[in-house]
């Protein structure tokens, strides 16, 4: 056992090391936890914060004040130097919300620093002066050096935690609380006073994309996706207009062009617009994708970030773990016992001031001042005003008889309120005005009975204060950040294709450096890739520059993950009993580097036929059997759509117990795996299998997409989870089909009339865009539907009169092609265009248009 160290610190007492370790980490740990990193439940401010805020209270005269002055004015209370009050007062500034700003501050969005102190200038909000501060409702504490009060928590009449977010680090506890919307935060808070549900979710200055499905209500365990929005200007620009929150356009870039340089993404020029709006515009090199390379930028740059909360603030001295519903609730609360306090001082005032009003009066109207001329001592004075007041007024320690009609006070007379009345100056009385003093104290017992309502209806009040907040100083809070969902992006997908893939079959080689080998793919490095040899085994691995994979490799190439549409047939010859045997199956999952024997295990198996099929396709092949064996049909054809598709580990259907000499493929069918039922999300513009969004129908090999954009452009493309449709204009999107009719209605620029159209699109492969009205600036797409017979409803302007019609346009024109203009339906421009659902058409005969009242 190690000895424990001990050090004499008073005659005759000891203290081993171990204990005052513990000791001194616990005071330090508190400390850190309890006056630095940790903000306060009650008004949601570090001290750090809570101090400045009181300097600049201190100072205010309405003028902008030098930060150094406010930086020395709070040394007075904090004692941890400038450089850390600097820097929290130019992040308060920043926010915009309790300091207002003079000079240049800095930016958030770039990461720019402040200029120096003594350059920039500050001074309180409106607001901070109206929510923040009142010395009557605050509660005081000395100072670390004992020379002056400061407060113990500012009187915060408002959720200000959740409005400015925070984040500390103390020893052993972090807490992160993200902004949420002024706005929202307000009619939150109205709603808990009405006992309502709500919801509210972090907003951010950056502006930008949210997903809150995991947000949790802010507390431990959760967490946020955040994305910058990215604009696509055209087929070679993207645009970053807004940030993710806590990401700077310089850290934005810096990951932009690591991820180029590791060849994740293709860019070939970054350049940085930002001024008073972010704007960061990204050159793509021709042939890239744009709908690509914006996944990619998602997936290997910071535009988008995971941000996980952790909802902790002081309370009674001690950290709490807690929701952010859970903050609001206790701020709102709070606000309501302060706005309770106030109005209990504000009648406690009103009360005194008609208490001394009313002394005053009657000292006054009645004459009592002459009472007092032969009075030989001070004494004697206060004993006289005090007889001659208890004959008209009624104290509640009088026993006042029913019918008396002396005035009711509200409390006792005391001394001080009859030394008053004696420093009354003469010149007061010989101008006392009787009827002032009465409306005077009307007015007070008005305010005085206003103020009691209040107190009796004190949610209806609180909701007035929030109401009255937002209609002052809610003008341009409103919510920057969109709140979304996005799509998952597999990074496998998007990362581009920086590698090459070759093999060398017959020595069973795989990699990106066999230059001088067969060429199989391109790829991006970070694939894993799938190898099938002739003995029958498999193994998938990373990309490397040369990995071996097995002898004689048969296949290779990109192996997906979870991949259940890829089907691989192959035959192999069990050279135990010299069968052939066939097996169709899918791999979904493996273990890296690991080989896996396909076939019975034995060492001298073979595999004689093996193909991979994108979409489970079928297949015929013709088997020759060897000219000796005594099989009387020496050919024949084996259909693979006549065996089951199974796991990796089957072991197959026989063929044939005779020989095999060659297997040669005739011809592949249909996919053997069904159809797929598609559905496109019509928030991110992705297709995908698990039902989100707009069903588009069930999908084979070869069936394509149509999509109908709002700039009266039209493409077809293939059935690709990797391509993006612009979902923000897009206005029909569904499977082609052999009848399929885009039906039309636009404005024609040219000749100011409305047209119809009708036509079969033209099927182009490379997601081509085809403009199928005219190309006039003016000209302008209302709607369009692949619906079979589809009706509309539209009204437009005719003179000052409002026409409102119907019309079936199958029957009002043939489908004509896709470069035809149409037929003209009016020289007029649309106001409203809708297409009706059956049970809202009218029986119209095709052609046929109706006028509907309007």
């Given at each position: 056992m190690s000895k424990v160290?001990?050090?004499?610190?008073?005659?005759?007492?000891?203290?081993?090391?171990?204990?005052?370790?513990?000791?001194?980490?616990?005071?330090?740990?508190?400390?850190?936890?309890?006056?630095?990193?940790?903000?306060?439940?009650?008004?949601?401010?570090?001290?750090?914060?809570?101090?400045?805020?009181?300097?600049?209270?201190?100072?205010?005269?309405?003028?902008?004040?030098?930060?150094?002055?406010?930086i020395g004015q709070t040394m007075q209370y904090h004692p941890h130097?400038?450089?850390?009050?600097?820097?929290?007062?130019?992040?308060?500034?920043?926010?915009?919300?309790?300091?207002?700003?003079?000079?240049?501050?800095?930016?958030?969005?770039?990461?720019?620093?402040?200029?120096?102190p003594r350059y920039i200038e500050a001074r309180l909000t409106k607001f901070a002066l109206e929510v923040a501060f009142n010395a009557q409702t605050?509660?005081?504490?000395?100072?670390?050096?004992?020379?002056?009060?400061?407060?113990?928590?500012?009187?915060?009449?408002?959720?200000?935690?959740?409005?400015?977010?925070?984040?500390?680090?103390?020893?052993?506890?972090?807490?992160?609380?993200?902004?949420?919307?002024?706005?929202?935060?307000?009619?939150?808070?109205?709603?808990?006073?009405?006992?309502?549900?709500?919801?509210?979710?972090?907003?951010?200055?950056?502006?930008?994309?949210?997903?809150?499905?995991?947000?949790?209500?802010?507390?431990?365990?959760?967490?946020?996706?955040?994305?910058?929005?990215?604009?696509?200007?055209?087929?070679?620009?993207?645009?970053?207009?807004?940030?993710?929150?806590?990401?700077?356009?310089?850290?934005?870039?810096?990951?932009?062009?690591?991820?180029?340089?590791?060849?994740?993404?293709?860019?070939k020029k970054v350049i940085d617009n930002t001024a008073a709006d972010v704007e960061i515009l990204l050159e793509l090199p021709s042939g890239v994708s744009p709908d690509v390379s914006l996944d990619a930028l998602y997936a290997f740059t910071n535009c988008e970030v995971s941000i996980s909360p952790n909802a902790v603030v002081i309370?009674?001295?001690?950290?709490?773990?807690?929701?952010?519903?859970?903050?609001?609730?206790?701020?709102?609360?709070?606000?309501?016992?302060?706005?309770?306090?106030?109005?209990?001082?504000?009648?406690?005032?009103?009360?005194?001031?008609?208490?001394?009003?009313?002394?005053?009066?009657?000292?006054?109207?009645?004459?009592?001042?002459?009472?007092?001329?032969?009075?030989?001592?001070?004494?004697?004075?206060?004993?006289?005003?005090?007889?001659?007041?208890?004959?008209?007024?009624?104290?509640?320690?009088?026993?006042?008889?029913?019918?008396?009609?002396?005035?009711?006070?509200?409390?006792?007379?005391?001394?001080?309120?009859?030394?008053?009345?004696?420093?009354?100056?003469?010149?007061?009385i010989s101008k006392y005005n009787k009827f002032k003093t009465d409306e005077l104290l009307k007015n007070i017992e008005e305010e005085l009975k206003q103020v009691k309502f209040d107190l009796k209806h004190l949610t209806d009040f609180a909701i007035n204060y929030f109401e009255t907040l937002l209609s002052k100083y809610g003008k341009g809070k409103?919510?920057?950040?969109?709140?979304?969902?996005?799509?998952?992006?597999?990074?496998?997908?998007?990362?581009?294709?920086?590698?090459?893939?070759?093999?060398?079959?017959?020595?069973?080689?795989?990699?990106?450096?066999?230059?001088?080998?067969?060429?199989?793919t391109e790829c991006s490095d970070i694939d894993n890739i799938i190898a099938f040899t002739k003995a029958g085994t498999m193994k998938v691995v990373k990309i490397g520059d040369k990995v071996f994979m097995g002898k004689n490799i048969l296949h290779t190439n990109v192996w997906k993950k979870g991949d259940d549409r890829t089907t691989y047939n192959m035959i192999y010859i069990d050279a135990i009993k010299g069968r052939a045997m066939a097996k169709r199956f899918n791999v979904k999952s493996i273990t890296r580097d690991k080989d896996y024997d396909l076939t019975t295990g034995h060492k001298n198996n073979k595999c004689v036929y093996f193909a991979a099929h994108p979409n489970g396709e079928t297949e015929t092949v013709q088997i020759q059997l060897t000219a000796g064996c005594k099989a009387k049909k020496k050919v024949f054809e084996f259909d693979f759509g006549s065996i089951e598709i199974k796991g990796r580990g089957s072991k197959g259907n026989i063929v044939t117990k005779y020989p095999v000499r060659k297997v040669t493929q005739l011809e592949v069918g249909s996919s053997s795996l069904g159809a797929q039922k598609i559905w496109i999300d019509e928030v991110s513009g992705r297709l995908n299998k698990e039902e989100r969004g707009k069903y588009l129908g069930e999908f084979d090999t070869g069936d394509k997409i149509i999509a109908v954009y709002k700039n009266g452009t039209y493409q077809t493309t293939d059935l690709n989870?990797?391509?993006?449709?612009?979902?923000?204009?897009?206005?029909?999107?569904?499977?082609?089909?052999?009848?399929?009719?885009?039906?039309?209605?636009?404005?024609?620029?040219?000749?100011?009339?409305?047209?119809?159209?009708?036509?079969?699109?033209e099927v182009k492969s490379g997601d081509v865009e085809q403009l199928f009205i005219t190309d006039h600036p003016s000209s302008k797409l209302y709607l369009a539907t692949t619906s079979v017979y589809p009706t509309i409803h539209y009204s437009f302007k005719k003179g000052k009169e409002l026409q409102e019609y119907e019309l079936e346009l199958a029957g009002f024109m043939d489908v004509k092609g896709v470069k035809a203009i149409g037929n003209k339906l009016g020289e007029f421009k649309i106001l409203k265009i809708r297409e009706l659902e059956n049970e809202e058409k009218t029986n119209l005969s095709p052609g046929d248009t109706i006028e509907l009242d309007f």
């Open positions: 160290t001990e050090i004499d610190i008073e005659e005759g007492g000891l203290i081993s090391l171990e204990g005052m370790y513990k000791e001194y980490f616990l005071d330090y740990a508190s400390y850190v936890i309890l006056e630095r990193a940790v903000p306060n439940v009650e008004d949601g401010l570090k001290p750090v914060q809570r101090r400045i805020l009181h300097s600049m209270k201190r100072m205010d005269d309405g003028r902008f004040h030098k930060v150094a002055n406010v130097g400038d450089a850390a009050i600097g820097a929290a007062l130019v992040n308060l500034g920043q926010k915009d919300l309790l300091i207002e700003t003079q000079g240049n501050w800095g930016d958030y969005r770039t990461g720019d620093s402040a200029a120096a605050t509660e005081w504490q000395v100072s670390y050096d004992g020379r002056n009060k400061e407060p113990i928590t500012l009187p915060m009449k408002f959720p200000m935690v959740l409005a400015q977010g925070v984040e500390g680090i103390a020893v052993g506890l972090s807490t992160k609380i993200l902004p949420h919307n002024f706005i929202e935060l307000i009619k939150a808070s109205i709603k808990i006073l009405q006992e309502k549900r709500f919801k509210i979710y972090p907003d951010f200055p950056t502006g930008g994309l949210i997903d809150v499905r995991d947000y949790s209500n802010g507390k431990r365990g959760g967490k946020v996706k955040v994305r910058a929005k990215i604009e696509q200007r055209d087929k070679k620009t993207l645009a970053i207009t807004e940030l993710p929150y806590g990401v700077t356009t310089n850290s934005l870039i810096d990951s932009i062009l690591k991820a180029n340089d590791k060849g994740k993404i293709q860019i309370s009674d001295n001690k950290p709490i773990f807690c929701s952010i519903e859970d903050l609001l609730k206790i701020s709102t609360e709070n606000t309501k016992d302060l706005l309770r306090q106030e109005l209990e001082i504000k009648k406690g005032e009103l009360e005194e001031k008609w208490h001394g009003i009313s002394l005053e009066k009657i000292f006054i109207e009645n004459r009592i001042y002459r009472d007092i001329e032969e009075a030989e001592s001070f004494e004697e004075v206060i004993k006289i005003i005090a007889k001659g007041l208890k004959k008209y007024v009624a104290t509640p320690s009088d026993k006042a008889k029913k019918g008396d009609k002396r005035l009711s006070l509200n409390r006792d007379i005391t001394q001080d309120d009859i030394v008053k009345l004696t420093e009354i100056k003469i010149k007061k409103e919510r920057r950040t969109e709140i979304t969902e996005f799509d998952t992006i597999k990074v496998t997908r998007v990362a581009a294709k920086n590698a090459k893939l070759y093999v060398d079959r017959k020595e069973g080689f795989i990699g990106t450096s066999l230059k001088k080998e067969e060429f199989v989870f990797d391509k993006k449709f612009d979902a923000q204009n897009l206005v029909e999107i569904t499977k082609i089909k052999a009848d399929t009719v885009v039906n039309c209605v636009y404005f024609e620029g040219e000749k100011g009339w409305t047209m119809v159209k009708r036509f079969v699109p």
